[in-house]
């Protein structure tokens, strides 16, 4: 390694390096706290005036970071949000934790990327290492990031700075997993960016695993929630299954899941949310149709997933046909509507579909949720409704879509009407008398 390179990996032991995190969303936000914490300058850098406002107040909007911890940070000097994309050129290390989603046509979606690029190639100075952490498409740190970084030909990667990828894992609510105790894994466009890279995480995240290429650590990140994606999706099915032949799905996946070797438990659901699964799958399956290859496992995983919202709506048709009632007109709750239990994130959320395909049908649809005061989707403006014993008793059905633990089960137990329970939650609370309406 090179001089530059000895002395950024020098100044980050020291703690004498400035960070920059761009955007402050789920990811970055925790992440230029943990920095912060570690005592290093940390500057964030957001698009949003908000969320640049109530960082710089020390007002978290992020649930896994508490106001009072980010509050600290700020108090303390050690971290600051900006609008001024200009100041990219003041930090040393760049971590790149923007939004990748998908557009219209399902095809990744990296403007987002291109824009922080463009920001950084205005900016970029000698001794800087820029690591992209947003998921996308093995290829996009070499063959997007770096001809834009280096195409005036002042500076070159390796030598005068270091490019880096290395996906989040950032998994909102989860009480054992955060930042620090979850390994990381990197990737450099050469050996001295991933090394560079390394001791720049290694400061705040217990265990650093080095790959190869960049290119390594863009799949690892697609693998990972592709493997999920598939075996969700395997569980979903067999929930299908089960249904049809009149099996309780659940009692065969925790059979199934005492078998101490060859076998992972993933359980079914009302279909897929969150930022992660229902996306990175398409990332790589539109790669390799750039290289004539169609990833067919992983296609129909997605296929399969997607149709899950339906199939719940239709099974609380089923059950309103059991009562002698048609969709139309019929009082449905649906209870949650985050995507996962325990967070107010509602991105990708299958709440959204069953609560607009179920209001396509006529039905006067209503939800609960306590940590989702509001939601607009499709052109619907609602707002969670109080759970009580007067409006479950309105209620023609009841469709358990986030099984939160601040929820008042007792109540929905008590209330007599027919609820399909997508989680098992009621199962799993010991109610046997709403084992026919769940989900498979």
Same mark, same amino acid.
């Given at each position: 390694?090179?001089?530059?390179?000895?002395?950024?990996?020098?100044?980050?032991?020291?703690?004498?390096?400035?960070?920059?995190?761009?955007?402050?969303?789920?990811?970055?936000?925790?992440?230029?706290?943990?920095?912060?914490?570690?005592?290093?300058?940390?500057?964030?850098?957001?698009?949003?005036?908000?969320?640049?406002?109530?960082?710089?107040?020390?007002?978290?909007?992020?649930?896994?970071?508490?106001?009072?911890?980010?509050?600290?940070?700020?108090?303390?000097?050690?971290?600051?949000?900006?609008?001024?994309?200009?100041?990219?050129?003041?930090?040393?290390?760049?971590?790149?934790?923007?939004?990748?989603?998908?557009?219209?046509?399902?095809?990744?979606?990296?403007?987002?990327?291109?824009?922080?690029?463009?920001?950084?190639?205005?900016?970029?100075?000698?001794?800087?290492?820029?690591?992209?952490?947003?998921?996308? $498409?093995?290829?996009?740190?070499?063959?997007?990031?770096?001809?834009?970084?280096?195409?005036?030909?002042?500076?070159?990667?390796?030598?005068?700075?270091?490019?880096?990828?290395?996906?989040?894992?950032?998994?909102?609510?989860?009480?054992?997993?955060?930042?620090?105790?979850?390994?990381?894994?990197?990737?450099?466009?050469?050996?001295?960016?991933?090394?560079?890279?390394?001791?720049?995480?290694?400061?705040?995240?217990?265990?650093?695993?080095?790959?190869?290429?960049?290119?390594?650590?863009?799949?690892?990140?697609?693998?990972?929630?592709?493997?999920?994606?598939?075996?969700?999706?395997?569980?979903?099915?067999?929930?299908?299954?089960?249904?049809?032949?009149?099996?309780?799905?659940?009692?065969?996946?925790?059979?199934?899941?005492?078998?101490?070797?060859?076998?992972?438990?993933?359980?079914?659901?009302?279909?897929?949310?969150?930022?992660?699964?229902?996306?990175?799958?398409?990332?790589?399956?539109?790669?390799?149709?750039?290289?004539? $290859?169609?990833?067919?496992?992983?296609?129909?995983?997605?296929?399969?997933?997607?149709?899950?919202?339906?199939?719940?709506?239709?099974?609380?048709?089923?059950?309103?046909?059991?009562?002698?009632?048609?969709?139309?007109?019929?009082?449905?709750?649906?209870?949650?509507?985050?995507?996962?239990?325990?967070?107010?994130?509602?991105?990708?959320?299958?709440?959204?579909?069953?609560?607009?395909?179920?209001?396509?049908?006529?039905?006067?649809?209503?939800?609960?949720?306590?940590?989702?005061?509001?939601?607009?989707?499709?052109?619907?403006?609602?707002?969670?409704?109080?759970?009580?014993?007067?409006?479950?008793?309105?209620?023609?059905?009841?469709?358990?879509?986030?099984?939160?633990?601040?929820?008042?089960?007792?109540?929905?137990?008590?209330?007599?009407?027919?609820?399909?329970?997508?989680?098992?939650?009621?199962?799993?609370?010991?109610?046997?008398?709403?084992?026919?309406?769940?989900?498979?």
């Amino acid at each position: 390694m090179n001089a530059l390179a000895e002395g950024l990996i020098s100044r980050f032991e020291k703690r004498e390096a400035q960070v920059g995190i761009v955007g402050l969303g789920y990811v970055g936000l925790p992440l230029a706290v943990e920095f912060a914490d570690e005592g290093f300058s940390v500057i964030g850098f957001e698009v949003s005036e908000s969320k640049v406002k109530s960082v710089n107040q020390g007002r978290s909007y992020v649930g896994d970071v508490p106001s009072d911890r980010l509050a600290a940070c700020v108090g303390a000097g050690r971290l600051e949000a900006t609008l001024d994309y200009g100041r990219l050129g003041e930090v040393d290390a760049i971590c790149i934790c923007v939004p990748t989603p998908l557009n219209k046509t399902g095809d990744p979606d990296v403007s987002y990327i291109i824009s922080v690029t463009e920001s950084i190639r205005k900016t970029i100075r000698a001794g800087q290492v820029i690591v992209l952490e947003s998921t996308t $498409y093995p290829g996009t740190t070499r063959e997007l990031m770096l001809p834009a970084l280096s195409d005036d030909g002042r500076l070159e990667v390796g030598e005068d700075f270091f490019l880096a990828f290395s996906p989040e894992r950032v998994d909102p609510s989860n009480p054992v997993y955060g930042i620090r105790n979850t390994p990381k894994v990197v990737g450099g466009i050469s050996e001295a960016c991933c090394e560079v890279a390394r001791a720049l995480y290694s400061t705040v995240i217990e265990k650093v695993i080095v790959v190869g290429s960049t290119e390594a650590a863009e799949l690892t990140k697609l693998l990972e929630n592709t493997f999920r994606s598939v075996n969700i999706a395997l569980a979903n099915e067999m929930s299908i299954v089960c249904d049809k032949l009149g099996v309780d799905v659940w009692e065969v996946i925790e059979a199934a899941s005492s078998k101490p070797f060859g076998f992972m438990k993933f359980t079914p659901g009302p279909g897929l949310g969150g930022h992660c699964i229902p996306v990175d799958p398409h990332y790589l399956s539109w790669k390799m149709k750039t290289l004539d $290859y169609k990833t067919r496992l992983v296609e129909l995983a997605s296929e399969i997933n997607a149709e899950m919202p339906r199939y719940v709506a239709e099974k609380a048709a089923d059950l309103l046909n059991a009562q002698g009632k048609p969709v139309k007109g019929a009082m449905v709750l649906v209870v949650g509507a985050a995507y996962k239990r325990d967070t107010a994130d509602t991105r990708e959320s299958p709440a959204l579909d069953i609560i607009q395909l179920l209001a396509g049908k006529g039905a006067q649809v209503s939800y609960h949720d306590p940590l989702v005061p509001s939601l607009a989707h499709e052109g619907q403006d609602l707002e969670s409704v109080p759970l009580s014993e007067a409006l479950l008793a309105e209620s023609d059905v009841i469709v358990i879509v986030t099984d939160h633990s601040a929820i008042d089960y007792n109540l929905l137990r008590r209330c007599g009407q027919p609820i399909l329970d997508t989680r098992n939650v009621m199962g799993r609370k010991g109610s046997p008398a709403v084992a026919a309406a769940r989900v498979g």
